[in-house]
């Protein structure tokens, strides 16, 4: 199959109509399909049980689909007796480190068993993965899986939103919630859908009039928001800056409009790139202080953070 082809299905299987599905199912509270792990650390690899706890209304289960979130990587599944294992890989949105420095830029999307589980019975649907070391501690990833019977199929594939928790919800998508690596201090900061991981400021050499500040900023919700501005101890105002490469030049352009976060992405604000700028800078930063700042977002409001001061250079911000 064609990449083109493989990315159309996968889209199909998920995006049936939800409501007409809902219809169908009017049974009271149901045990969900989950992972049996719901907590893992960011730069491990995690191993993934399904588990699958009944057929649809007591029809069969004929075959499982679960679609893996960006951010996970270098996934196998586990083959199961008596079951057929399908696989559709497709490219990440970027590429990851993985294990010893190799870079990945596509691998397994979607996992398809096929097979027969009596309606009666539980069972359950493993696999490996990578979890990247740029995946946000804090946050939670979404796996969701299209169970499919002799007659009907349920769909796990609801995400909450905002406020919402997954308990909430009828059919929800598995969920895995990140931890941060071991000795590494979660600086993770959010509000609403909005999770801020690791926000640092390049400490300013004397004189400096602006300071550059990045971070990583994640969508977990299933509306767009936008990073419109914020504030910065020490600085008059705060801009949000693009850096690019034209004709071999940086340039610097602020962005009046801030920059969309849509659901489900990860936006890296780094050297180089988007990069949040305190200008009129009234001090300066030295390495291992802590400032203190607030980040306005559309929807999801202010949120106040902390910043480290990391060490000048390191292709720092160059005006
Ligand atoms: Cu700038």
Request: charged share 20%.
């Amino acid at each position: 199959m064609s990449k083109h082809l493989t990315e159309l299905a996968m889209k199909s299987i998920f995006t049936l109509s939800l409501s007409a599905f809902a219809a169908a199912i009017a049974t009271p509270a149901r045990a969900h399909v989950t992972l049996e792990q719901q907590e893992a650390t960011v730069g491990k690899s995690y191993k993934a049980v399904l588990v699958v706890p009944h057929g649809c209304n007591g029809s069969a289960t004929t075959s499982i689909t679960v679609r893996i979130p960006e951010g996970v990587i270098a996934v196998k599944p586990m083959p199961k007796p008596g079951w057929t294992v399908e696989i559709a890989k497709a490219k990440y949105d970027k590429a990851y480190t993985f294990m010893h420095g190799i870079k990945l830029s596509e691998g397994v999307r979607e996992i398809t068993w096929k097979g027969k589980l009596d309606g009666a019975h539980f069972d359950e649907f493993a696999f490996l993965g990578f979890l990247a070391d740029v995946l946000p501690a804090g946050s939670t990833l979404y796996f969701p899986v299209v169970q499919e019977c002799e007659r009907g199929a349920e769909r796990w594939i609801e995400i909450p939103e905002a406020g919402q928790s997954s308990h909430d919800l009828k059919s929800p998508a598995p969920a895995l919630h990140l931890a941060a690596a071991k000795g590494v201090p979660a600086t993770t900061f959010r509000i609403g859908s909005i999770v801020v991981a690791s926000p640092y400021l390049r400490a300013t050499p004397p004189g400096a009039q602006v300071a550059g500040g990045y971070m990583t900023l994640t969508n977990t919700g299933s509306t767009t928001d936008r990073l419109t501005g914020g504030t910065l101890d020490q600085v008059r105002r705060l801009e949000i800056h693009e850096m690019t490469m034209t004709d071999n030049v940086m340039r610097m352009r602020a962005m009046p409009n801030g920059i969309e976060i849509r659901p489900g992405e990860t936006i890296e604000l780094k050297s180089g790139g988007y990069h949040i700028m305190g200008m009129e800078l009234q001090g300066s930063f030295t390495e291992g202080q802590i400032v203190k700042g607030t980040l306005q977002f559309e929807k999801a409001g202010t949120l106040d953070i902390e910043y480290a001061v990391r060490p000048i250079g390191g292709g720092g911000h160059r005006h």
